[in-house]
């Protein structure tokens, strides 16, 4: 499954921005290459800039990989719910209050990056559980509908846009 076979509506425009930066990747390939790739690239950036803030009351690096952990596992199980026809609506969340609360910097680059591959690789093995069906499975989170597969594409597409601008306002 390809970003161009995600239909008119299987997502809210505000995540367009995010889903384009995938490209033409298979959605698990992307997962599984976007393992590899943060994880390589978060152990290249300097120590010093780990604890970095560009400005004030912006996230640190190692605020951003948990947030990007968080948000993860809000996605993934988001997919899981609405992949088992749950109708029920999904209250959204907001990241800065999980930022705040995550003592990412107390935390090693180490640790970080162990949670953030256990979380991948647990997302990876849930979309190698959803068949066609499951995966064009729509329900409600936040604000508006999302189908799996557009969650999946989520996720690959957040974790680029945030490495683009560590790169961009970090490095």
Not at 42 to 53: A, G, H, M, T
């Amino acid at each position: 499954m390809k970003v161009t076979d995600l239909e008119k509506g299987e997502f809210l425009p505000y995540f367009q921005t995010y889903i384009d930066r995938i490209g033409e990747l298979i959605l698990v390939d992307g997962l599984e290459d976007g393992l590899k790739n943060v994880i390589s690239f978060f152990k290249s950036i300097p120590e010093d800039k780990l604890e970095y803030s560009y400005e004030a009351n912006k996230w640190t690096v190692k605020e951003i990989i948990s947030h990007l952990i968080d948000s993860e596992r809000v996605f993934a199980y988001r997919a899981m719910r609405f992949a088992r026809k749950d109708k029920t609506a999904v209250a959204g969340f907001d990241e800065n209050d999980y930022a705040k609360e995550s003592y990412a910097n107390t935390r090693t680059l180490e640790d970080l990056l162990e949670e953030y591959t256990l979380v991948r690789q647990s997302t990876i093995a849930l979309y190698n559980t959803f068949g066609a069906d499951a995966s064009r499975s729509v329900g409600v989170a936040g604000s508006g509908e999302v189908s799996v597969r557009a969650l999946g594409f989520l996720i690959a597409g957040h974790e680029k846009h945030h490495c683009e601008i560590i790169k961009e306002r970090y490095l």
